[in-house]
């Protein structure tokens, strides 16, 4: 009766009463302008579709590469180790330009890069490029004029290490801080703004405009990088929100507060996007708030879904995909790993620090929040970007370019050690030479490549790209894994990488069409593995790595995994051969162990075929013996984000 018009009920009266009314068919569309039969509706609605299975079509059709975490000379840490290339150097470099490195060297990337922010510091921004420079406001200040002086009388090494301890201890002089309320800071914020704005070429190359918030109280990394959607009008109007008190804080709670305060101020829009969780010493993803030492709440979860809505996942600090203490099944899960400590290695790592640190576990977490609170606090997608501090987004293994000036290209760089705490020591061979983030954009600007960032439809690499594709759905079957363009089946039948499934339909279980094609000059593909987790009937957090799609006539074993590619590297040539692995693959997988009634999510994880490790290129062109326990060879791989699924309440 609901879906019945109005006239229709009343006619339907009239004839209950005697009175003799034309039939009404209830297959046509009755309404003030006329019957519709099917006849007529086919003459507007073709059964075939166009001959151009292009045409129309308005999703991504391709993903644009970048990096959203980049630092120039602007940050006080990357200027103190030797930093001399600016934002403007940053983007040239990124746009495919051939520039000089700090360190001299002649530099340039394969192909460029589609995207970049240059995410300097908010903290004492732009003191560096001001104390080279020999700014008034500096030498007038005794301290500010001997560490200049010491920098051109050649003692640069000693007054960086006399700045840095200072800056670090809270020692730093007063009146040569850079702070927001300052001419100088507010200076350097608009040079920042100013190299984004003439970077920035809508359809060819979009430089974004950001900084990166940087909590780091007691050695433990809680950083955020924050990109701004908007042009430089609008991030004119607010400076960067800072750590040192009493102008900024280093609580999460506070900067999502500034980002809130910044849209309401403008009508922008802004997000931020944590890292290197690896060495937050168990804070980075907390069921219990380390400020407050409670439990997190709804508000909590609600506010960080709404500003995070993706993770990095791997960069030049270590891979955060997941570890092996977390993950023992999994044999890919000993990968680029950082666990020693914290950031500066003041504090030991400790085992059930772990599963707060790691993407996957993460993932996990906020399943089992999202029953508790309602919400799902850790729901984000996945990047991977550099954190490069060279201004160089250089991460190809036979390209590499290190973390900080001080790490460019040179014979001794297998041999250093980069950082050196109470607790441990990391060495520069350990740096991993990594990431890029892939963003599935309609278009190559700022306003399409952060809606696709908001919706999460990205994807992190290890410094390949790859082209990777994962769609869910229901109803996927194997005709659409037979075809060149996955994704029209994809969208049509589906939601991709970062979406939602609801409630699944009497009978039917998820399903998941994967595809990936190689970069176009790197290496071969080894595999394509599906990553569930899930909440299990007792309220257990499971996880499982399927492999779905592979190469070559392999079959998995009694234990159900599957033999290992082979490996063509030549550690002493620093080469090696696409004879074995796929340069595409494609698939279509549905869930064995489906429960309509638990939360899980899924993501894709896409393994080369074993290469040379930036290590291996290095001993070759310096000619240099490696250590026995530094790796010589790496399988790159992407992570995409997951699709949810969420059955009804």
């Known amino acids: 009766m609901a879906r019945m018009s109005v006239l229709k009920v009343l006619l339907l009266g009239v004839t209950g009463l005697g009175l003799a009314l034309p039939a009404l068919a209830d297959d046509q569309g009755s309404s003030d302008v006329g019957t519709l039969d099917k006849a007529s509706a086919a003459t507007l609605f073709p059964a075939k579709r166009a001959y151009s299975p292009y045409a129309g079509r308005d999703f991504p059709t391709r993903p644009f590469f970048g990096d959203t975490h980049l630092h120039t000379s602007f940050s006080f840490d990357a200027g103190a180790f030797g930093a001399r290339l600016g934002p403007s150097d940053a983007y040239r470099f990124a746009k495919g330009e051939e520039v000089t490195a700090s360190s001299g060297q002649p530099a340039k990337l394969s192909r460029p890069l589609d995207f970049l922010v240059v995410a300097d510091h908010s903290d004492n921004m732009g003191f560096f490029p001001d104390l080279l420079a020999a700014k008034p406001g500096i030498m007038a200040d005794p301290t500010g004029r001997r560490w200049h002086d010491m920098i051109v009388g050649g003692q640069g090494a000693d007054a960086a290490i006399e700045m840095i301890v200072a800056f670090s201890q809270g020692k730093f002089p007063k009146p040569l801080l850079y702070t927001p309320e300052s001419g100088s800071y507010r200076s ?9 704005e003439q970077a920035n070429d809508p359809g060819r190359f979009t430089a974004f405009i950001g900084y990166e918030w940087t909590s780091n109280t007691g050695g433990n990394n809680l950083h955020r990088n924050v990109i701004f959607r908007d042009n430089g009008e609008k991030a004119s109007r607010v400076v960067p929100y800072t750590v040192l008190p009493p102008f900024g804080s280093d609580n999460p709670r506070d900067l999502w507060k500034w980002m809130a305060a910044y849209e309401d101020k403008t009508g922008g829009r802004v997000l931020a996007i944590a890292h290197n969780g690896n060495l937050s010493n168990g804070r980075m993803f907390p069921i219990v708030e380390s400020f407050t030492g409670k439990p997190i709440d709804r508000e909590y979860a609600e506010t960080r879904a709404k500003w995070e809505r993706l993770y990095e996942a791997t960069q030049i600090k270590g891979d955060g995909e997941t570890h092996p203490y977390l993950s023992p099944n999994d044999e890919f899960a000993n990968f680029e790993r950082w666990d020693k400590g914290n950031l500066d290695l003041s504090e030991a790592k400790k085992p059930e620090m772990l599963q707060y640190e790691y993407a996957r576990s993460a993932l996990k977490l906020g399943l089992k929040l999202e029953g508790e609170l ?53 060495h520069e061979w350990e740096t991993s030479a990594s990431g890029y983030a892939g963003v599935w954009a309609t278009e190559n600007t700022r306003e399409a490549l952060f809606d696709a960032m908001e919706r999460r439809e990205t994807y992190a690499t290890t410094g390949s790209r790859m082209l990777v594709r994962f769609f869910g759905g229901f109803d996927f079957d194997e005709a659409d894994a037979a075809t060149r363009s996955p994704a029209i089946a994809g969208y049509a039948k589906g939601v991709p990488m970062g979406g939602d499934l609801g409630a699944a339909p009497a009978g039917k279980v998820p399903t998941f069409l994967v595809a990936a094609l190689k970069d176009p000059i790197g290496a071969n593909l080894d595999r394509y593995q599906i990553v569930k987790g899930w909440v299990d009937a007792k309220g257990d957090l499971q996880e499982k790595v399927h492999d779905v799609a592979w190469s070559g006539g392999r079959k998995p074993g009694a234990d159900g995994k599957l033999p290992p590619v082979g490996d063509t590297v030549d550690v002493a040539d620093a080469n090696w051969t696409n004879t074995i692995g796929a340069p595409e693959l494609i698939a279509v997988w549905k869930d064995p162990d489906f429960d309509s009634g638990q939360r899980a999510f899924y993501y894709g994880r896409v393994l080369e075929i074993p290469t040379p490790r930036w290590t291996a290129y290095d001993a070759k062109y310096f000619g240099v013996k490696l250590a026995p326990e530094v790796p010589t060879s790496i399988q790159e791989r992407a992570y995409t984000s997951p699709i949810w699924y969420s059955p009804s309440n």
Do not use: C
Not at 188 to 196: C, G, L, P, S, V
Not at 400 to 411: C, I, L, R, V
């Open 188 to 196: 350097a914020w608009q040079e920042i703004i100013k190299a984004a």
């Open 374 to 426: 309602g919400v799902n606090p850790y729901k984000f997608g996945l990047v991977g970007s550099t954190d490069a501090h060279t201004g160089l987004a250089a991460v190809e293994e036979d390209n590499y370019f290190g973390k900080t000036s001080t790490m460019e290209p040179s014979a001794e760089r297998t041999s250093r050690v980069f950082i050196k705490g109470g607790k441990g020591t990391i």
